[in-house]
């Protein structure tokens, strides 16, 4: 196992989850990263080295989505990473049997890791909600609620597609505020949204809030997520019922899911600053505010049509860190489940635009360009007010510390195509 | 075939699909209903009777859910109610076969007929968006995008719950307007919506809107819908992404799906006032403007603990009519999918809450109530400004018109429970 080695965003200690398939074998299946390669599950089982617990947990990984491993929580995927580790150590006695499980990632085509049954974004930055706040009601940016309740609302599930897939500009309704009527055209005003995926693992019964204590065993890990959005469509239609087909259009993942046991040794106490409200006691536990934070670094590129056409490497816009978070995981999940709301294995949640307070840290064009009113300028000459036809957006995010071996998420890259629908 | 020709919600003009179990074979299966009983489809295509197109749908129909029909399209269950409507017809030389796979509406457990990948939830009556908007913005009752944009946004699948699911009343935070901080407990004003149920057919790809004149032919049939609110959880949470944990603890559907063919009898004209906007023209055709509107009847009544203790009948809270809606249900799914959103089988909309403009056809407690400060009256001495521990809501629906026959759609029914969670 030399490619673990290397500088690679998946080392031994990152070993996630995915879902993919090849040209050779088209039906999707699950495995683990691990450098350059993918760990094939339902070969390593069929293979017949892995035994025990680590089997039955092999056993759910055998299906085209991780929905059944997610579902038997922590224990069962940690009991796999464990026995993977050992098999993937350099030297272990069963190299050669491994080495035929393993499929190069470039071989590989991702997909969707799990079905997921609801999808739900939070709103969990309050530089986010603050800056977007100042456009949409300059007078009251910051609502009333925000310190109080990690606001959230349901997505849509259907049109979360994986890192790669292209989509086309949407249409929508809007109104131009000198306007007295709405017109129906492509959407102007077209935004990405760099936040962090969670992924449910064990569900709860409808009915039964899970306390903040137990959240985190609820969750299978995190991946990136761009929460693409029609800007000019989000104004028209928002109020009072919040946004609808503004985000529906498409929402990027990233194809891996890094454990929390992998973002151990990157968690960070929570607090709250000496201004804000303390949580009510719903929202507080002693291991969230000891450890409830996660230090992950997240960054967003452009690689417009030009830049491509010339050979140039995508550019920064922005770099910012989950630790912007106004709340954490456990809260977000604690709340979501407070009026009995059931969860289910491989739901996600969007933790909303993960944009901090320094400047270059707005993780959305909205921000970084006030409501497009300052466009951003690109080295090669180009600027950007919204995202333009070609334009590719590639998130990318990971943790790193001294003492601990830096992991990564890979990326989630998505590419604006024209609009171009049948007739209507 | 007796049944169906006494007074029933299902004579043989209705055909309606359902799933169902019995204690006899727990195993979810599809089904039809006529009369007091219900046409076991797997043990229909084991009697071999069915032949041709018929049987290929019957084939689809031995899953443990519909979505498998629903993803043919009309045709499929067209031909199905066609077949079933020869079968089923009294004097029929298959009677003795067709009557070994009835079993009894009375002996039968339903389910959710369908898994619901997506939820949307519409708000498509102005009499209701008005009557909401007074109490939530006195001075801003319907905002200006309401009479242009079908206004929906995406609700919570995973609690959707078949009638007789009983729930318990919510915990949430809530905020009093004379207090500085909110606080947590149960919800103390608890609400029902009656709203029609949407359930798609065929689906669409992703960046491929649906036209209007084909829009119904993506709609497999309608349900009753109570869409359970907490006022106060909603209150104070809504901005500005809208409800989320004031609607996700549970959604009451009835167990009967009404095929838009059966629909058919009870279209009637859809036209705007000339003082309102006419639609954009991708929510415009002539075939919505013939036929768009349905003429059903909608029925709220409420039985209280102490009603159901002294033996008496439940009493009607609010009537009102389909026809209330101020969009169609092409025009919602046309409007869903302009941005490219994918819909898929077994999807359900909701029409939002279907008041009228008449006294009395207030579909919601919140409105029959001007906010909780009207309490209403019921006929035992009780009174009501929101639901108590122990209420139970029955939602009925009916189309009946000169010249057809009537059909209904049988009853959502859930009674709130106490809240009692767990310690948290």
Known sequence: MTSANESTDFPIQNLPFCVFRTDHDETARCGVGIGDQIVDLPALKQAGI?????????????GTT?????????????????????????????????????????KATFSVPANIGDYTDFYASIHHATNI????????????????????????????????TDFHRPLGQTKSPDADTPTLGPSRRLDYELEVGIYMGKGNPLGQPVPMDSAEEHIFGLCLLNDWSARDI???????????LAKSFATTVSPWIVTMEALAPFRQNWS??????????????????ASGAIDLVLEVLIETAQMRANGEAPVRLSLSNFTDSYWTVAQMLAHHTINGCNLTAGDLFG???????AEGSQAALIELTSGGVNPVPLPNGEARSFLEDGDRVILRGWCERDGACRIGFGEAIGTVLPQSQGKL
Chains 1, 2 share one sequence.
């Open 50 to 62: 892995v035994k025990g617990s680590a089997y039955d947990a092999l056993q759910l990984s055998c």
């Open 66 to 106: 991780l929905n059944e491993l997610m579902a038997m929580g922590p224990d069962a995927s940690a009991q796999l990473r464990q026995t993977l580790s050992q098999l993937l150590r350099a030297g272990a006695k069963e190299e050669p049997v491994i080495a035929g499980c393993l499929v190069p990632q470039s």
């Open 133 to 164: 706040g100042k456009l949409f009601r300059p007078d009251n940016p910051l609502l009333p609620n925000y310190r109080w309740v990690p606001i959230g609302y349901h997505g849509r599930a259907s049109s979360i597609v994986i890192s790669g």
């Open 234 to 244: 989000q104004a028209w239609e928002y109020q009072p019922l919040g946004p609808f």
């Open 272 to 289: 709250r600053a000496s201004t804000d409200p303390q949580p009510l006691a719903y929202l507080d536990a002693d291991r969230n505010r």
């Open 351 to 357: 933790s909303g635009t993960m944009s901090g307070s």
